[in-house]
């Protein structure tokens, strides 16, 4: 299984306003910094969110991100058809010396 | 603007070897490390390699390690990844990506359109 842990699912209605968890440890998110990831399957995965809560340039700031000790969350607020997406949470391991991925939540869009 | 472009996957037998290439442009290549990361059919996405832009750190994943090399040219401005004893469980879209920083953070805000390595007999 996944080093980060995250729900494999989550739904929400056009309008309202979802949140993704992502649980680490202290070697990742206790320690580094967690970034967010839009993927839909056999695309290129999208950056969504940075150094915890910054969104690159032409993200919506409906989509936040948050972080305390070594847990992590996004929310998206004002939910739309087009978030509906896989989610990945990620960040930098430093006890394996490797960049780990959350298994991912698929978020459908009811 | 920067562009990523995969090259080199397809079809190969089990136990057989193929490379993997990343052409980068719109960047100043060195300055930036650089990732593999692939996704299974049905599977999350599963972080490969890394290799720091001056090409002198390199990290692999477990299940890769000692079967797959990451390295740079960065005098051509691309990104490779070696791949031997490949096995059935490495069939997979492998997407090269961009760091943020010139040391990996799994901050990749720049990704290739990946290309599908197919490890079958």
């Known amino acids: 299984q996944s080093v980060l842990t995250q729900p494999p699912s989550a739904a929400g209605t056009p309008g309202q306003r979802v949140t993704i968890s992502c649980s680490g440890s202290?070697?990742?998110?206790?320690?580094?910094?967690v970034n967010w990831y839009q993927h839909l399957p056999g695309t290129a995965p999208k950056f969504l969110i940075y150094?915890?809560?910054q969104r690159p340039s032409g993200v919506p700031d409906r989509f936040s991100g948050s972080t305390s000790g070594t847990s992590a969350s996004l929310a998206i607020s004002g939910l739309q058809s087009e978030d509906e997406a896989d989610y990945y949470c990620?960040?930098?391991?430093?006890?394996?010396?490797?960049?780990?991925f959350g298994g991912g939540t698929k978020l459908t869009v009811l | 603007e920067v562009q990523l472009s995969e090259s080199g996957g397809g079809l190969v037998q089990p136990g057989g070897s193929l490379r993997l290439s990343c052409a980068a442009s719109?960047?100043?290549?060195?300055?930036?490390?650089m990732s593999w990361v692939r996704q299974a059919p049905g599977k999350g996405l599963e972080w490969v390699s890394s290799?720091?832009?001056?090409?002198?750190?390199?990290d692999y994943a477990d299940s890769v390690k000692g079967r797959f090399t990451i390295s740079r040219d960065n005098s051509k401005n691309t990104l490779y990844l070696q791949m031997n004893s490949l096995r059935a469980e490495d069939t997979a879209f492998y997407y090269c990506?961009?760091?943020?920083?010139?040391?990996?953070?799994?901050?990749?805000?720049?990704w290739g359109q990946g290309i599908l390595v197919t490890v079958s007999s």
């Open positions: 990506a961009k760091d943020l920083a010139p040391i990996p953070l799994a901050a990749a805000d720049y």
């Open positions: 719109g960047l100043t290549f060195r300055s930036y490390a």
């Open positions: 290799i720091s832009g001056s090409g002198g750190r390199s």
């Open positions: 202290s070697s990742n998110i206790g320690t580094n910094t």
């Open positions: 150094s915890n809560d």
């Open positions: 990620a960040a930098w391991d430093d006890s394996l010396n490797a960049w780990v």
